[in-house]
């Protein structure tokens, strides 16, 4: 019996591996080409034992009939891939030179039967634009939609992102750990996101012989629901690994501090698996997942006519209100997210990779009207977003001061508007080409200071299909404007192919520096510039979710953003502090404000609109720690952003108020049992326009005009929250933690000025929830 014994990863011959037969004591050595050879061996089966220093041991059960050739594989790098994999579970910045923050697994946990958006809120500078409590879209700076890319898998979400009502459609407990890189600094995902980049960290498995994984599960009060998932991971030494993760939400109706939010339940159902092989030198991996949830949109938002809209806007309860239901009816939305993605690396020298990622998505998203005659489930809205996108990328580094990343990425989409609704189409056909290119560089010569840099440039194109009402297109001055995009002539709709081209360039520069043992600084400039998304362009009819009505504009040209970020950070035992300021000068800012209330078939909404202005932004953000003793923690975070439109000499509109959180933490040295105390304050916009509406109504036979505020926002408000947690440990190989959470435990009544449904409703109001956490 003769073969090779040669490493996992590439192939090369290991030299001096002991392999010993166990039932006879019989050894050989691998020489330097790897070659082993046994003689006088029997034919019969025994068991072969294959050992080496710097190897995983290995035991393979041979039945020998002659004297065959048998090779082996030993994992000759265990020890250096462990390393690799444990510092990677520990992701580092995407960028020094530009402040970062980070969702650590415990804080995942903890919002586990939440949004991505609301566990986001836990850090400085990040707050949510709303739909009532289950819809929630993450806001950077002040920024949200196609300003804040999410990445997952390493690869841009692409779900109709453009809708303030659009939540993402993504499981955050998938993941193992979530990067908030601030600015378009993450050029590798996309120079358009002005606002910053959300990057969801999968779990990175071990190579050895394992079982392992997660199951949290989750009870709420409010909405008399909970949540249920489990992840399990399957990994083996020679690096193959297999997991898969479900989760499923159920909520019904949610309670304000004095009445019932009817038809704000929710459901949710999400699925996913990944099967790999993972070495030092090169590996590949398959995902697949599949996010799908179905949620209700508050009855009282859709108004019958205006004095009835008037009326909404005055009440201090909402129009509408029924006992307690898990149904889920009109006006609601149904979502369907697929993820299909291949990737493949191979380190091909000490200091260079390359890497090919390629994804298909298929975004469905329906929405349903309250109709009449039987088309209850025939939706308002039915979108399919189709997307094909493959990155490509290469990594070198020269010498241990220097290191570059170039790449190349592509997009292909194609958005489908069902024609069968019956009502007129928000969006169009389009399809859409995107291609681009980066480059970065970062000099990192010792572990004092870094320098980096970064290119990129994209080119966009639309070709979209899209009918006009004659009356609308000439009010616009389309018809002057764009004669060539004028197809087809009808009684009273025109036919239109609106082509558009966009050149966009992106760009970062900064650096880090210790500046003494206790303080560190970081310095950044960040060109963004962004082409208008499809609803800025296109939107032309009622937006359901949001119960207006929202127009496009043709006339729109691409953003661009010139922002610098400043961070300074100490620890001092026992404070720590870090103060992140921030400007920037934007060119075209592209924005929506409500202009007039028009009266439909279907009931009265507000009208609101897209336009273009120059609109400067500034901030900052504060986070403070102190230990008051090693039980006892109280941290602090503050964060305020102002964006003023120049051109109207007004402030922009949807921009959140200051707001701070305090948390006050101990800890029992005997069972390290946890006790958080929480108080969020957010303070009322004072810094706001004026987009209030003058409408007509009929009073007693009189017309008489009466204004619709659309524009002051609500008082200030302060929560309370409160978060015990007991760890526990079942069995040496079963532990974990069950907490008991309550929400606005003082019953506080309040709006938001980031939810749409502010108009018509107040917040939710205490939530009881208990949750258990199993890591087996």
Not at 222 to 236: V, Y
Not at 285 to 305: D, K, P
Not at 479 to 501: A, G, Y
Not at 560 to 577: A, D, G, Q, R, Y
Request: aromatic fraction near 12%; include cysteine.
């Amino acid at each position: 019996m003769q073969g090779r014994v040669i490493d996992l990863h590439d192939g090369t011959p290991i030299y001096g591996a002991i392999l010993r037969i166990e039932s006879t004591g019989q050894f050989a050595q691998t020489n330097e080409d790897g070659i082993y050879q046994f003689k006088n061996v029997c034919s019969e089966e025994f068991r072969l034992i294959i050992t080496h220093s710097e190897c995983q041991t290995i035991e393979r059960r041979i039945q020998l009939n002659t004297n065959q050739s048998v090779d082996f594989e030993l994992e000759h790098h265990i020890n250096t891939l462990e390393e690799i994999v444990l510092s990677e579970k520990q992701k580092g910045n995407v960028n020094k030179s530009v402040a970062e923050a980070r969702l650590t697994t415990t804080q995942i946990d903890q919002y586990s039967s939440q949004s991505l958006a609301n566990a986001l809120g836990s850090i400085p500078g990040v707050t949510s634009l709303k739909t009532g409590n289950a819809i929630a879209k993450p806001m950077i700076h002040g920024m949200y939609g196609s300003r804040v890319g999410i990445v997952a898998e390493g690869i841009r979400l692409q779900d109709q992102e453009w809708g303030a009502d659009h939540a993402p459609t993504v499981d955050l407990n998938a993941f193992e750990s979530v990067q908030l890189v601030k600015g378009a600094s993450a050029l590798k995902y996309g120079g358009d996101t002005a606002g910053g980049v959300i990057i969801l960290n999968p779990f990175n498995p071990l190579p050895r012989d394992s079982l392992y994984g997660k199951t949290r599960l989750t009870g709420s009060s409010n909405g008399r629901g909970g949540a249920l998932s489990s992840q399990w991971i399957l990994t083996r030494g020679t690096g193959f690994f297999f997991s898969g993760q479900l989760t499923a939400k159920r909520f019904g109706d949610f309670i304000s501090p004095n009445y019932m939010l009817t038809n704000t339940g929710l459901k949710e159902g999400n699925f996913n698996f990944k099967i790999g092989r993972t070495k030092v030198v090169k590996g590949w991996e398959f995902i697949y997942s599949r996010f799908q949830n179905e949620t209700g949109i508050l009855r009282a938002a859709h108004i019958g006519n205006i004095q009835d809209l008037l009326r909404a806007l005055q009440s201090n309860t909402p129009l509408v209100e029924g006992p307690f239901s898990y149904a889920i009816d009109a006006p609601k939305q149904q979502g369907v997210h697929h993820s299909i993605q291949a990737k493949i690396y191979n380190r091909f020298s000490e200091q260079n990779k390359w890497k090919i990622d390629y994804n298909y998505q298929r975004n469905q998203r329906k929405e349903f009207d309250i109709r009449r005659g039987g088309r209850a489930d025939l939706p308002a809205l039915d979108l399919q977003l189709q997307t094909h996108s493959i990155l490509g990328s290469i990594q070198k580094k020269l010498g241990f001061d220097w290191s570059f990343e170039w790449g190349i990425n592509g997009y292909f989409q194609d958005n489908y508007s069902n024609p069968d609704t019956g009502v007129k189409r928000l969006i169009p056909d389009y399809l859409k080409y995107q291609w681009g290119s980066f480059l970065t560089g970062k000099y990192e010569p010792n572990n004092l200071g870094s320098f980096e840099w970064g290119l990129r440039m994209d080119q966009v194109y639309w070709d979209v299909q899209k009918y006009y009402s004659l009356k609308d297109w000439t009010n616009r001055g389309y018809n002057r404007l764009f004669p060539d995009f004028e197809k087809v002539f009808l009684s009273t709709q025109l036919l239109t192919q609106p082509k558009f081209q966009f050149t966009t360039l992106s760009a970062h520069s900064g650096f880090s520096y210790q500046l003494s043992q206790v303080l560190k600084s970081t310095a950044a400039y960040i060109l963004s510039q962004r082409s208008p998304n499809a609803a800025e362009l296109f939107s032309d009819g009622l937006h359901h979710s949001l119960a207006t009505i929202e127009f496009g504009n043709l006339t729109l040209e691409k953003e661009t953003s010139h922002k610098f970020l400043v961070s300074f950070s100490s620890e001092i035992n026992p404070f720590s502090f870090s103060f992140e300021p921030y400007l920037a000068r934007i060119h075209n800012y592209i924005y929506i404000a409500p202009k007039e209330v028009q009266q439909t078939i279907r009931g009265a909404f507000p009208v609101w609109e897209y336009n273009a202005t120059e609109a400067l932004l500034w901030g900052f953000d504060i986070q403070g720690t102190l230990n008051i003793s090693p039980q006892f923690d109280f941290n602090v975070k503050t964060s305020f952003v102002r964006i003023k439109d120049l051109f109207q000499n007004q402030p922009v509109i949807s921009i959140p108020p200051l707001q701070t959180n305090q948390i006050l933490s101990y800890i029992f040295p005997k069972n390290e049992v946890r006790i958080e105390i929480e108080n969020q304050f957010v303070a009322s916009q004072s810094f706001f326009p004026d987009f209030n509406v003058v409408v007509s109504t009929l009073e007693e036979g009189k017309v008489v005009d009466q204004l619709v505020d659309f524009s002051t926002p609500p008082k200030a408000y302060s929560v309370y929250n409160l978060n015990i947690s007991l760890p526990l440990r079942i069995t040496p190989t079963l532990s974990g933690n069950i907490r008991f959470m309550i929400q606005n435990v003082t019953q506080t009544s309040y709006r938001d000025y980031l939810n749409r449904m502010r108009f018509y409703s107040d917040e939710i109001g205490r939530n009881g929830t208990i949750q258990l956490i199993l890591n087996h």
